[in-house]
């Protein structure tokens, strides 16, 4: 049963985006079991793949 008037305090739970844009956009990518294991074992590994995606678009992607 949920809590009669909610949860006065939802806000200081509420996840919060590190960056100018929000976090809207979901993708899906494939791998291996094992990169899967390894990744996994990444503290924040979320932020890693973030960061990994961004690094090689700024790197081979023609400037805009």
Do not use: C, H
Not at 6 to 29: C, H, M, R
């Amino acid at each position: 049963m949920a809590r009669p008037g909610g949860n006065p305090d939802i806000g200081k739970y509420a996840f919060v985006p590190a960056g100018e844009e929000s976090l809207s956009v979901q993708l899906q990518v494939r791998i291996t079991e094992s990169q899967n294991v390894r990744l996994k074992q990444i503290p924040k590994w979320q932020e890693f793949v973030r960061s990994a995606i961004a690094e090689k678009l700024e790197r081979e992607s023609p400037k805009q």
